[in-house]
């Protein structure tokens, strides 16, 4: 089952509602393994979205550290 176009926050807001599912004794072991796997890979997507978005922190820190470096080494020397 590949989820719908969810953005993260409503990622998460189907996994608990699948947490909720599998806390239910009413489910049958089928529906609970389903609802496990449906989980999973709504998991995987979020670590792979939490591992873009580090990504992406640490390319525009690094990008912009750089420049600060530059603007402090200039303001040392002018000093």
Same mark, same amino acid.
């Given at each position: ?42 998991? !995987? ?7 873009? !978005? ?11 550290? !750089? ?6 080494? !200039? ?5």
């Amino acid at each position: 089952m590949k989820s719908k176009k969810l953005n993260f926050e409503e990622k998460l807001n189907e996994l608990q509602m699948l947490i909720d599912k599998l806390q239910n004794e009413d489910e049958s072991i089928e529906k609970k393994i389903e609802y496990y796997e449906q989980g999973m890979e709504l998991v !995987a997507e979020c670590r792979s979205f939490l591992k873009n !978005a580090e990504n992406k922190i640490i390319y525009i820190s690094n990008k912009y550290a !750089a420049d600060i470096d530059k603007d402090i080494q !200039a303001n040392d020397v002018d000093n």
